[in-house]
């Protein structure tokens, strides 16, 4: 008779223990918020040409830039001035720009030969270096929690 209780103690702990160990993985979902480091938004026009600076002949590249954002900060923008593929000369300027409000920068090449088909030879490209905010988002993350027999029953009931 004692062999039958003590079968039976270790088959309702061992059935206690399968219904209420937290052994099943499951995934979880929940929320964060993290900050992300984002470009304030602007808005640009450009355009270039050619001017005689003193006696030198050389290129100019008048950019103008809005910052459409709520937030300021300082703006570069440097512009590259290519003989053909080759880059020959590139000059940068950084102003600063609240919000709302917008601010021209006139950039000049130095060294570049004049020639009657300028317009054609050298071509002129704008690159804007925006001043970065931070905002937060959500985010989904998941993490691994583990659950007994009897709660992934009564999950699944649900």
Known sequence: MSKKIALA???????CFLLFAP???VSVEYKE???VEVPVEYEYSAEWGSTLLGLDW?????????NVDDEGGPFTVTVYFYD????????????YIAPGQEATFTLYSSGLSYSTDWETRYHVTVDIDPPKKIEYRVVSRYKTKY???IQ?????ES
């Not at 103690?9 to 059935?15: D, G, L, S």
């Not at 050389?58 to 809005?66: A, I, K, Q, S, T």
């Not at 992934?152 to 699944?156: K, S």
């Open 9 to 15: 103690i270790i088959v309702a702990v061992v059935t």
């Open 23 to 25: 052994i099943i993985p």
């Open 33 to 35: 918020t993290e900050p």
């Open 58 to 66: 050389e290129l100019y590249c008048e950019v103008v830039v809005e």
């Open 84 to 95: 053909g593929d080759n880059l020959a000369y590139k000059d940068s300027d950084t102003k």
């Open 147 to 149: 659950i007994s027999l």
């Open 152 to 156: 992934l029953l009564f999950q699944q």
